[in-house]
């Protein structure tokens, strides 16, 4: 019953639908007591020769009257009872939805979606089957039951009922241990289906990797491997479930044997009458719904109570970056200054981010380079907030971050990221998604802007064409110069972009670098590259290497020196140089196949 005592909260917000259900329900069992009754006086009336047309038509329609009762009544707490449990259900899934957008990136490092995913679902099915079946069975074992067992009291014979009754506190104890063994395996078993969720998705998601390694086969033994530990799960709940029912049928069985024993002997010693032994056996039949709504309301409670305990860890987990959330809007126009001491990821020590600090006025460009890991990526999860736990302070216009209001802050960056993530919606709704009002000259702006325009029109259905799982596959260039479009038509005051150009060639990427120039004025940009023809026109270009910075500059300074940017910048000329009379010369060589050993290592960013 502890399940009942944490959903308290919801029982109580909706009393009105419970009461009427309950109500129903009650009258339900009340209505279960007119037939047994009915069909003891009608054999009694039998027996002593009284039954005539009349007798017989005033019992017939007490029946009918009944059961139109019961089909009411059935209709009012079924509706309401069921009702209530769907919008328990409903409530839950928004809860659960809502704390996912809350959460941060740890989160999402945390958990496996798979694992989410079977939290959405399985685990909420079974805390709605308490709202439910929970309340029913509850209902009925305690109503039906009750008013059964007054009715055998009061109308036919207290002894006899006594008797009848014995064993029904085994029932109980049994109920309540294999009630136990329910909860554990049953939460296991919740665990194995969430791993299996999540091979699902992985599967899904990594199906090309899983094709192009050939990997089918091992796949598909490590999928069948998470079945067999589903099996093995759920056969072990299954095996306990399968104990209620004989047990149950052992004990109305005990209990019709002793009626039949005592209930016998009163007859022959006229004590009762037939009717009234007749009556008593079909109250015992009634008793036999309320005897499974136990075992059944005990079953239910305690995959309840796992499926809800499991959501409310989770609910209970917090983001571990979003820190605050400010009150100050943010201001036209400002200084980006990003002032960072140290930085590390949660549950890690190591300094990932180390006495790093730059300056960014509207209108200017910082470049941000260095070899992979270096630190680039981590200086934009701050400044998108997705970490708020480091030694130092960003603000913008003099204010400290952390005190812009979290969505006003986060609307006012274009942020165009690595992994691109298009929406299964057309092309239009697509870049529109940051500023759902957006006309169509705006979307059309952006994508010109972006260097998109001209691929959006040969496109089937131009801007309407579907994009995503349902739609046209774009290529990766496509999706980058979409994404970036999407971060222009919010005219942001901060335009980042993390590699966002890696995947065009670098015609695209001087259109799309002198579209942004052109523009530039009104907004700050930081750009995160490998590719260092993307930054060359930054106002300041930061070399980062384990997390602090090696260099820094404008470009031409930087070719001077003899570092890290120096030599990328060599190697990166020589290899657009290869590339171009290569593909002039049309020959099968690709660039790196004629680097020196100096030159490929330089490629590795060595
Ligand atoms: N969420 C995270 N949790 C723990 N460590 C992380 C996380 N993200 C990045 N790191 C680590 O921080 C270091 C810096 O990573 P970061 O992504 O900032 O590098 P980067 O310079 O952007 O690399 P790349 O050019 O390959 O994208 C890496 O060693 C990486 O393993």
């Given amino acids: 019953m502890k399940i009942f005592k944490e959903l308290w909260w919801f029982f109580k917000s909706e ?30 009336a039998i027996v002593k020769h009284k039954l005539n047309w009349s007798v017989l038509t005033i019992y017939l329609s007490v029946l009918l009257l009944t059961a139109a009762f019961e089909y009411a009544f059935r209709y009012i707490w079924s509706t309401n009872i069921w009702g209530e449990a769907f919008k328990l259900e409903k409530i839950m899934r928004a809860k659960l939805f809502e704390h996912f957008l809350k959460m941060d990136t740890f989160f999402y490092q945390k958990n496996r979606t798979g694992d989410l995913m079977a939290h959405a679902t399985n ?10 079946l929970g309340v029913l069975t509850w209902a009925d074992s305690v109503m039906t039951g009750g008013t059964t067992i007054i009715a055998m009291l009061l109308f036919i014979d207290w002894r ?25 395996s049953f939460e296991k078993a919740q665990e194995t289906f969430s791993e299996m969720n999540d091979k699902v998705q992985e599967s899904i998601t990594g199906m090309k990797a899983i094709k192009s390694f050939g990997e089918e086969e091992q796949d598909k033994a490590d999928f069948q491997e998470k079945l067999d530990h589903i099996d093995q799960a759920f056969v072990k709940v299954n095996r306990i479930d399968s104990m209620y029912d004989p047990l149950i049928t052992f004990i109305v069985g005990i ?7 005592l209930g016998g002997y009163y007859v ?13 056996m079909t109250y015992i039949g009634n008793l036999v719904w309320p005897m499974f709504a136990i075992g059944l309301l005990f079953n239910v409670m305690e995959r309840g109570r796992a499926s809800y305990s499991r959501v409310d860890k989770l609910l209970h987990q917090e983001a571990q970056s979003k820190t605050s959330d400010g009150t100050l809007l943010m201001p036209e126009e400002g200084k980006l200054v990003f002032d960072v001491h140290h930085f590390s990821y949660p549950d ?26 270096a630190g680039k990526s981590s200086i934009i999860k701050l400044l998108m907030r997705e970490f708020d736990h480091y030694d130092g302070e960003i603000s913008y216009a003099g204010q400290s971050i952390k005190k812009y209001q979290l969505d006003e802050y986060l609307t006012s960056i274009g942020y165009v990221p ?16 940051g500023k759902a009002d957006a006309s169509q000259e705006e979307v059309t702006r952006a994508a010109k802007l972006a260097g998109i325009h001209e691929d959006i029109i040969e496109f089937s259905n131009g801007y309407d064409t579907l994009v995503g799982e349902r739609g046209v596959s774009l290529s990766g260039g496509q999706k980058q110069r979409l994404s970036i479009a999407r971060a222009l038509l919010v005219e942001p005051k901060i335009l980042i972009l993390d590699d966002a150009l890696s995947a065009v060639d670098a015609k695209t990427e001087h259109i799309i670098l002198t579209n942004l120039k052109k523009q530039k004025h009104a907004f700050a940009t930081i750009i995160v590259s490998h590719r260092l023809s993307s930054v060359m026109e930054a106002d300041e270009i930061l070399v980062l290497d384990s997390g602090h910075v090696a260099e820094r500059g404008k ?52």
Avoid at 124 to 132: C, F, H, T
Avoid at 167 to 181: F, Q, R
Avoid at 418 to 433: A, C, G, K, P, T
């Fill in 268 to 280: 022959v010693h006229q004590v009762l009458s037939l009717g009234q032994l007749v009556s008593f």
């Fill in 555 to 606: 470009h031409e300074a930087l070719v001077k020196n003899e570092g890290w940017y120096s030599k990328m910048w060599q190697m990166q000329q020589i290899e657009s140089h290869l590339s171009a009379s290569s593909a002039l010369t049309k020959s099968d060589l690709t660039p790196l196949s004629v680097l020196t050993e100096n030159e490929r290592s330089l490629s590795n960013g060595k």
């Fill in 123 to 132: 685990d909420l099915s079974a805390i709605q089957e308490v709202a439910g």
């Fill in 15 to 44: 009393k009105k639908g419970y009461g009427i259900g309950l109500f129903a329900l009650f009258m339900v069992s009340l209505t279960h007591l007119v037939p047994p009754l009915i069909i003891g006086k009608l054999i009694d």
């Fill in 348 to 373: 890690e020590e190591k300094i990932r981010i180390n006495q790093l600090k730059f300056e960014l006025e509207s209108g200017n460009l910082i470049g941000l380079v260095g070899r992979t890991g």
């Fill in 255 to 261: 209990s019709y044997t002793l009626t039949i024993l």
């Fill in 418 to 433: 690595q992994e691109h993530f298009l929406f299964s919606m057309s092309v239009f709704d697509n870049i529109r998604f």
């Fill in 160 to 184: 006899l009922t006594i008797i009848a009754i014995l064993p029904l506190p085994l029932l109980a104890v049994v109920s309540k241990t294999l009630g136990d063994h329910i909860h554990e």
